[in-house]
């Protein structure tokens, strides 16, 4: 049976792995609340690109850096080097506001 911790590692374990697949970068440092903050964020951010009727293949890619997205504004925004989470995660979110009152190019 596995302790608490453990379930703690391999959950966090899962959870990078999802948000590196996206191609958020991750330093290794990130606590599993963070790690769980940023996929809330990634989340929100993703269906505010659906319900403006994006394409989360066509705009996020390959890792999240699509060349040609078919709006860059429903891009998902990239961690820069070095970013703090709490900036990533304000940026995200402003992001995310951006991408609700955006209107899709007819």
């Known amino acids: 049976m596995a ?3 453990e ?3 391999r959950v966090s374990r899962e959870v990078a792995a999802r948000l590196e697949a996206l191609g958020i970068a991750l330093d290794g440092r990130e606590r599993p609340d963070e790690l769980a903050d940023i996929e809330d964020a990634v989340e ?11 394409d989360l293949m066509v705009d996020e890619g390959d890792r999240a850096r699509a060349s040609e997205p078919d709006d860059p504004h429903f ?3 990239v ?6 989470v709490t900036a990533y995660l304000e940026r ?15």
């Open 44 to 54: 929100r951010f993703e269906e505010a690109v659906e319900s403006r009727g994006g």
């Open 92 to 106: 995200l979110a402003r992001a995310t506001d951006v991408v609700l009152r955006h209107r899709a190019a007819d």
């Open 75 to 77: 891009a998902l925004p």
């Open 3 to 5: 302790t608490n911790d």
């Open 79 to 84: 961690r820069r080097a070095g970013e703090t």
């Open 7 to 9: 379930e703690m590692r």
